[in-house]
């Protein structure tokens, strides 16, 4: 009885809580659903105004209707060349499309079937198998829809595997196998692997594997989220088996495979690392058994360098990656047939990405293929049936469009010789991946002899097969004393790094045998890896003995600083781990030289845990670095604004905290930062009410936007409005929304504009509040940093990243995602029509005072 009543009582405390933020807190203002506007009516993006290639055309065959037929994300065909799409957050539909030459489409259906949401697409085996990306009526999972009386409508649906995940960083793609005969999936870092996987190709031994403590994102992004991270598994036809392939990605899309088997995708960079010495690009890697590509939450992302990872093939840089698909069956230039093509969402960019084979693995160059303003790609694939390209646009209740593009140039469109060309060290990695399972006999005297190869992605995978054996068969061959080949400096610091690896590894016999080949010929890569094994080593099975660890601290200390950075970066975090007074004044040194702010805030990063070494100049030289880091952030003079300031705050708090008393006094001068915020907080300067503005008063009015603006007044208005406080904007702004930038580059003036007035209509997962219901009978409202297993972090003000509040874990009863946007509603109520348009022309510029709007037309 009093379950229910206090059950009843929480859920008016959580409604009242949405009632008083409404009624009361002008910030978290919502419309009314009832009163919320229809989507903007509006074509998708006209294709004359993309950028394209020379020789090929675009064409646009179809605009969604996006209050009917929603934001299409995913996309593939059946064997009749039809269409079969999926609403981001609805239903799926078949467009049969219109013979070339024709731009449009014969028809589009709903699928008649209880089913939709979903982010990944592919009819093989006589069934549409279905990504469902929960973000509403579904459950998260892959699911098998089939016709079963063959009278061409599907009419079964069944869910072959439930995956714990939804939001943005779910379940995505999925694709068939090279061999036709199996499926892989893919999801991001928000995604529990299945419990019941069958073969682990990636040995289940993963950790978070990091020397030094970590400091979490400041915005709290996946903050507390642990290894593995995004993931691609290979499953049956039927759904029953499931087998891991590889780990480590943050939030790849789609992904496809080459016709030598080779598998590629397009991971995610994380944006508000960008300027922060961990962060990675949007990165094309190439996906080999056993693959860990390093993804850790906050700072704690491994460099490409680690030995125990796998390097991205290609960098693309800032950007939103989505779909993935090589241009294989195409009518292009064989060229473009053999190309990867990848979306990026953010930007609107369709990259032309052309592989080379290197080593065991490939080198690449990428081209733009397509661009435009918007733009925002989600899917792609070449349609065997009529040899064309198509692609969609959509996301986010972004207008949605179907386009279609063909070649119309002189050169040959042959298809080429579909014939697999597979190097010598491309066939000996897959020898080896062939031990990526149960352990076998016949494995180790094969494998041994690999894992000192020059090429590193051979030795990769013989380590991985070294890890699937049983350890006790191995162990003592790693330490061995041996001239012979295979027993050469580099074998043994793989095997290290596998021993590393290992529950029950004895933590000296490693630091011995790092000590004696330390005084070998190492080259500084050579040396790069055996930190990382002794890194992987301590924080998995504990420290040295004491006796151990000043001997190792005092042996590398001798080649610290080293020629290249990469080694100076790990000496630098080993020493300060081992507590060596030595580190602190090379790395104080090295501080000084730094070329790059990145450069800079890597030894920053590991200073901030020093112990030892200390000077009062050492120290104040090193309060100066960090506030003139944090200076430079808020001026905007380093990239990353004010998420790299957010970084220097947190490195100064951690290092303050390692103080005594006594220091905290003599340096409070440098302690106490009196920088200016990238993001001004307080209250704006009053503002007359002008209008409680809609999106249908300001429709007719956006084509003004593009030409006759102000970029001054614009930019003056960023500021008032008090965007910035949130918000990043051409390298200036807070850290709580996203980043703005390219905003034109995925919304259509309309959409923007519904965005602004009515923002609590389409929420980003990444971007939501969450109402907490504790023991005692609170609701607080913020966003949620970290779940610890004994406390939970919560930001309550989106403008003030230190305003933060604890709650102990065993009092949160309940925790609900909230329907209110952080962002304020009736943020244009003070402004005027004019105003209005020059902050839209702001926006749409990306901080270009050269941009088309600005330019004032002549009487």
Not at 15 to 34: H, K, N, R, T, W
Request: a negative charge.
């Amino acid at each position: 009885m009093f379950a229910g009543y206090k059950a009843q009582i929480r859920q008016l405390l959580i409604i009242f809580m949405c009632g008083c933020f409404a009624a009361c807190v002008p910030e978290l203002l919502a419309e009314d659903a009832s009163k919320t506007p229809a989507p903007p009516a509006e074509m998708a993006t006209d294709p004359t105004g993309l950028r394209v290639l020379p020789g090929f055309e675009v064409e646009l065959l179809y605009s969604v209707p996006l209050a009917t037929q929603g934001s299409w994300v995913s996309m593939t065909a059946d064997p009749q060349g039809r269409l079969i799409v999926c609403d981001q957050r609805g239903h799926l539909y078949r467009v049969t499309p219109s013979p070339l030459g024709t731009s449009s489409i014969e028809s589009v259906e709903t699928i008649d079937v209880d089913l939709g949401e979903a982010q990944g697409l592919l009819y093989a085996f006589d069934s549409l198998y279905v990504m469902v990306n929960k973000t509403k009526d579904f459950e998260s999972g892959l699911y098998q829809v089939r016709d079963t009386d063959g009278d061409d409508k599907f009419d079964s649906v069944e869910l072959l595997h439930a995956l714990k995940g939804s939001s943005e960083h779910g379940p995505h793609a999925i694709v068939l196998a090279p061999d036709g005969k199996s499926l892989y999936v893919i999801a991001g870092n928000l995604t529990d692997p299945p419990t019941d996987i069958k073969t682990y190709n990636v040995p289940k031994t993963w950790r978070e594997d990091l020397l030094l403590p970590r400091n979490p994102c400041p915005s709290g992004h996946n903050t507390g989220r642990l290894a593995p991270g995004g993931w691609i598994c290979r499953v049956s036809p039927n759904g029953k088996q499931w087998d891991l392939v590889s780990t480590g990605f943050r939030n790849p899309y789609d992904m496809a495979f080459n016709r030598e088997g080779d598998l590629f995708t397009f991971d995610a960079d994380m944006e508000y690392d960008f300027g922060k010495p961990w962060y990675r690009p949007t990165r094309i890697c190439h996906v080999t058994s056993g693959a860990e590509f390093g993804w850790r939450f906050g700072s704690g992302k491994w460099p490409a360098y680690n030995a125990d990872s796998l390097p991205a093939m290609l960098d693309i840089g800032l950007g939103c990656p989505t779909g993935v698909a090589f241009g294989y069956g195409a009518d292009f230039p064989a060229k473009y047939q053999e190309a990867l093509f990848v979306c990026d969402w953010t930007h609107g960019r369709l990259f032309a990405v052309h592989l080379e084979p290197k080593g065991a693995t490939y080198s690449a160059e990428y081209e733009e293929f397509i661009s435009g303003t918007p733009l925002p790609l989600t899917d792609l694939f070449v349609n065997p049936v009529d040899k064309a390209m198509y692609f969609t646009i959509g996301g986010r209740q972004t207008q949605s469009g179907l386009y279609r593009v063909t070649w119309k140039g002189e050169t040959s469109t042959a298809e080429i010789a579909t014939t697999v060309n597979a190097t010598e060290l491309h066939l000996l990695r897959k020898q080896l991946e062939a031990y990526h399972g149960p352990a076998r006999a016949d494995a180790l005297d094969f494998l041994w002899k690999y894992l000192g190869h020059e090429d590193r992605f051979i030795r990769y995978a013989a380590r991985i097969a070294l890890e699937h054996q049983d350890v006790d068969l191995w162990q003592a061959r790693v330490f061995e004393v041996s001239n012979s080949e295979e027993h050469n400096p580099e074998t043994t610091i793989t095997g290290l790094l596998a021993l590393s690896r290992i529950e029950g590894t004895p933590v000296d016999k490693i630091v011995s045998k790092a000590i004696q080949l330390w005084d070998s010929n190492l080259s500084d890569r050579q040396r790069t890896d055996l930190l990382r094994a002794l890194a992987v080593t301590f924080s998995r099975q504990g420290n040295p003995d004491l006796a151990a660890g000043k001997l190792l601290a005092e042996k590398i200390a001798d080649s610290y600083p080293a020629k290249t950075q990469t080694l100076n970066y790990e000496l630098c975090q080993m020493l300060v781990y081992l507590d060596s007074p030595a580190v602190v004044p090379v790395t104080i040194a090295l501080m000084q030289q730094a070329k790059t702010q990145e450069d800079l805030l890597n030894y920053a990063m590991s200073l901030r845990v020093a112990k030892s070494g200390w000077t009062d100049k050492l120290r104040t030289q090193y309060l100066t670095f960090l506030n003139e880091a944090e200076g430079k952030a808020a001026t905007g003079d380093y990239v990353g604004a004010g998420h790299v300031q957010a970084v220097v705050q947190q490195m100064r708090a951690d290092a303050t905290a390692r103080m005594t008393a006594d220091e905290k006094e003599r340096f409070a001068d440098l302690l106490n930062s009196s920088i200016t915020s990238v993001a001004p907080t307080g209250s704006p300067t009053p503002r007359k009410f002008v209008k409680s503005w809609t999106v249908d008063d300001l429709l007719p009015q956006l084509e003004k936007v593009g030409h006759g603006r102000s970029f001054e007044n614009g930019k003056s208005l960023f500021r008032k409005a008090e965007c910035i406080a949130c918000h990043r904007f051409d390298n200036r702004g807070g850290i709580f929304g996203p980043d703005l930038t390219a905003v034109a580059k995925r919304y259509s003036r309309p959409v923007l504009l519904r965005e602004i007035v009515t923002p609590s209509v389409q929420i980003s997962d990444q971007f939501q509040n969450h109402l907490i219901v504790t023991s005692n009978g609170l609701v607080h409202s913020g966003r949620i940093l970290e779940r610890g297993e004994t406390q939970w972090t919560i930001a309550v003000d989106p403008r003030q990243p230190s305003a933060v509040i604890q709650l102990a874990a065993e009092d949160i009863e309940e925790a609900v995602p909230s329907t209110v946007s952080m962002m304020p509603t009736h943020l244009l109520d003070t402004l005027s029509q004019e105003e209005i348009l020059d902050l839209l022309a702001y926006l749409e510029s990306a901080g270009d005072p050269k941009h088309g709007a600005f330019e004032q037309l002549s009487n």
